[in-house]
Every structure is written in C-alpha cells, then in structure tokens.
Antibody, heavy 123, light 106 residues
C-alpha cells in the first residue's frame, strides 16, 4: 500500500530555510494531489498547501510569502521549503495524499499521511 | 478564512458509551467536512469524509452527520482504542482549516 516518508533535518536555525521531502512509495504519485500540514507541539493542525502532479500549487495565504511546494514525479517525491523561519515554525510537519476531485474542488480529504517529522527552530 | 469550532474541547467517557462531538463552521460549507482521529505521537487518521462517508477500513461504530454549518461525529459503543483526539476539517474553501480538536479521555 502507499506509504509516505518525510525524513527531516530536525533542527533549523532562525532566519534560515526549512526543507523537507516526502517520499511516496508503494503507489503512484501521479493523478493525486499532495499536501503539507503542520502541528506545533501540543496544538492543532494547520494546512500549509497542496500541489498537483503537474506542479500546480495552492498555498495557505498565511504562509504564502514564505512557502514553496514542488514535485518531482520521476523520483516520486514532493518537497516543502519554508523560508525565514522563526520559533513559531517549530512543529511536526506531515505530508499527506490529498484525494481532491480536481484542483479547485472542495471535495477533498487526506487519506494517507506520513509519520511526521519534528522540526525545531532554534539557534 | 472559515473558522471551525469544536465542542467540547475534551470529554470523559467510558468503554461502551455513545459519544458525540460537534463541529460548527463560521459559514455554510455544504457537506465538505472531514473527521480525523489522532493518537499521541501519531499522524491523524481519516475517519469520515464528505460529512457522512465512512473511510474504508474504519469501524462502523463511527458515524458522521450534518450539513451547512453544524456537524456531528458519533462514536457508538466506545472502545479502548478510541481514546484519542478528534479533528474536523473543512474543505469548502482554501485555506483548508481544522477545528481545535476534541480529546476523548477515559
């Protein structure tokens, strides 16, 4: 079955760029959408954005100026870059398969999630 | 942004109880509402999508209802493995947003 893995750096310094990759295995990366979601320690979930297999993106406006999500279908992975990080960006970052009916469709849900990786922003 | 408000934020229940969790949207979202279960240290797990559709593999004791602004997750005959935090999520419009969570405790 499809599995997602998001190995991460663990620690990022303030003002630097957080980079994460989600590796898709056991199934195709094509014909789906792929999302990033984060969860600060002890808090709720925040959607960061999603990307289509063709590279179209939709970002949370609260993060849009600092976020880039990209995809490499040949390597079956998609990536997140978040620039100018601060302590407020400390969180567990999850990647997930987004079963959107289409790019703009409101009919969507996250049916497969990675295990998550804790990224701490600290000097 | 559409705000999602869950109530209660936590509840205590016993094995075998029927539990209901509410989720209210700040505007009508039709039936574009999903429910997830999250256990400590784990990723969320999809339970219900489109307000009332049960995800494959999820026990039938979980059920969802509602449309517009008010939604409910019901767990019939609570099992030990159901003690977790539950989140609702609206997908009517971006940014996709989640409720604050409801922790179900023993």
């Amino acid at each position: 079955q499809v599995q997602l893995q998001e190995p991460g750096p663990g620690l990022v310094k303030p003002s630097e760029t957080l980079s994460l990759t989600c590796i898709v295995s056991g199934g195709s990366i094509n014909l789906y959408y792929w999302s990033w979601i984060r969860q600060p320690p002890g808090k709720g979930l925040e959607w960061i954005g999603y990307i289509s297999d063709s590279g179209n993106t939709n970002y949370n406006p609260s993060l849009k100026s600092r976020v880039t999500i990209s995809i490499d279908t040949s390597k079956a992975h998609f990536s997140l870059r978040l620039s100018s990080v601060t302590a407020a960006d400390t969180a567990v970052y999850y990647c997930a398969r987004d079963r959107g009916y289409s790019f703009e469709s409101p009919y969507r849900y996250f049916d497969i999630w990675g295990r998550g990786t804790l990224v701490t922003v600290s000097s | 942004d559409i705000q999602m408000t869950q109530s209660p934020s936590s509840l205590s229940a016993s094995v075998g109880d029927r539990v209901t969790i509410s989720c209210r949207a700040s505007q009508s979202i039709s039936n574009y509402l999903n429910w997830y279960q999250q256990k400590p240290g784990k990723a969320p797990n999809l339970l219900i999508y489109a307000a009332s559709s049960l995800q494959s593999g999820v026990p039938s004791r979980f059920g969802g209802s509602g449309s517009g602004t008010d939604f409910t997750l019901t767990i019939n005959s609570l099992q030990p493995e159901d003690f977790a935090t539950y989140y609702c999520q609206q997908t009517y419009s971006t940014p996709l947003t989640f409720g604050g969570g409801t922790k179900v405790e023993i």
